[in-house]
């Protein structure tokens, strides 16, 4: 069984490419669900973010996941053919290592990642598409980004897309004072309304729907309906989008129309919220997701991330090794029953005690002639203390 990647990620393809491949999770079930009903695919996870689209799959036979998510999806594959980056086994293990780790996003560490990644095996799992291969290694490299969150330090860098867009701003306004106004109330939507509020902005962020005691409103901010944006946008001075919405939520003849619009627009989505031709409005200017990366730090990761990085990759492939080898330990479980069956000893007159011995040096004679030339006493030494620590434990319980 091997392991298949494509990747379609934020730092060398173009936001009017991976917008065409970005979804939402009901459409990311659904694909996952389709994709898994595919020739010799055996597994499927689907990742889609802001910054990336990546299909994971398994399968006995090679694979193009690029492809194959392109014929889900129902969009030709021509024009991503040199887009998606691909990686097979070792190499696809290692990129999500990174990717849950949070040395490939835009923001190094960001928080979000880790809970986009549980998302999509999540998603794997409801629609019976997470084989025990995918199942494993993204259990293990969440693993992998916890550690990494609580090992490294990151206060000197943002966090997240919704605190680089909120520095952005800082970057042409004093926000302290000003009105703006968040279209979306998800988390990343709430996260950019709480910050600007902490700093003094006068927040309104809109609702598309009101439930008592569901419906999560951020300290401090008032609330308009989703409807009524247009109105109460007029006089603001910026604009911070971040919904799931497929069609713009801002667009050009909306903003040309109104009497003093805001001076910036900040998109946080993919697709995109706020059409593209506002920005070319006099007197405003619109950013996207990839003007985030042009404006944030780059730091090179501590060595100490790639250790633990590689000790969860290690996990994987001992875990791995096992699982393929159990069908040659069952085959030499028989063998060596087969063996000891015909043995004459076992013929004699032996009482039970005598019988065991007999059993487990015969045992233990097979098995060590059997890998002659691969074991060593290092290895044995490890078998018998492992052997040892499971005994001491049963007789405590």
């Not at 199942?135 to 992998?144: D, G, N, P, Y």
């Not at 667009?251 to 993919?270: C, N, Q, R």
């Amino acid at each position: 069984m091997s392991i298949f990647l494509s990747v379609l990620e934020h730092s060398h393809v173009p936001i009017e490419i991976r917008e065409i491949l970005s979804f939402t999770q009901t459409v990311t079930k659904m694909l996952t669900a389709k994709i898994a009903e595919m020739p010799d695919v055996e597994g499927a996870v689907l990742l889609s973010t802001c910054n990336r689209t990546e299909l994971y799959l398994t399968g006995k036979n090679a694979l193009n996941p690029g492809e194959i998510l392109c014929k889900a999806a129902e969009v030709s594959y021509a024009p991503f053919a040199e887009a998606f980056e691909q990686f097979a086994d070792e190499a696809a293990v290692r990129h999500l290592m990174e990717v849950a780790s949070g040395l490939r996003s835009r923001i190094f560490g960001e928080d979000q990642i880790i809970s986009q990644v549980k998302s999509a095996i999540a998603i794997a799992r409801e629609v019976h598409s997470a084989c025990h291969e995918l199942e494993t290694l993204f259990r293990i490299a969440i693993s992998a980004g916890k550690e990494v969150r609580s090992s490294v330090r990151f206060t000197s860098v943002p966090t997240s897309a919704a605190s680089r867009a909120v520095e952005l701003i800082e970057g042409y306004l004093k926000v302290s004072g000003l009105s703006a106004m968040v279209i979306g109330n998800g988390e990343m939507g709430r996260l950019a309304a709480s910050l600007l509020e902490s700093r003094g902005c006068n927040v309104t962020i809109t609702l598309r729907t009101y439930k008592h005691g569901e419906t999560i409103v951020p300290p401090g901010c008032s609330v308009v309906p989703y409807e009524e944006r247009f109105s109460h946008m007029d006089g603001m001075d910026f604009v911070i989008s971040a919904t799931t919405s497929p069609h713009y939520t801002v667009g050009e003849k909306e903003v040309s129309a109104m009497k003093h619009p805001p001076k910036y627009f900040v998109d946080l989505s993919i697709p995109r919220d706020i059409q593209p031709s506002v920005g070319d409005i006099d007197g405003v200017t619109a950013f996207n997701v990839d003007d985030l990366e042009d404006c944030a730090p780059h730091l090179e990761p501590p060595p100490l991330v790639y250790e633990i990085l590689q000790k969860h990759e290690d996990r994987f492939y001992r875990w791995l090794g096992y699982k393929e080898c159990m069908p040659a330990v069952e085959e030499l479980k028989q063998a060596i029953l087969d063996r000891l069956m015909t043995a004459k000893e076992l013929e004699d007159e032996l009482d039970t005690e005598q019988i065991l011995e007999l059993a487990v040096e015969r045992t233990v004679d097979l098995v060590a002639g059997g890998f002659a030339g691969h074991l060593t006493s290092e290895s044995m030494q490890l078998c018998s203390e492992k052997i040892r620590a499971n005994t001491t434990a049963r007789k405590v319980i």
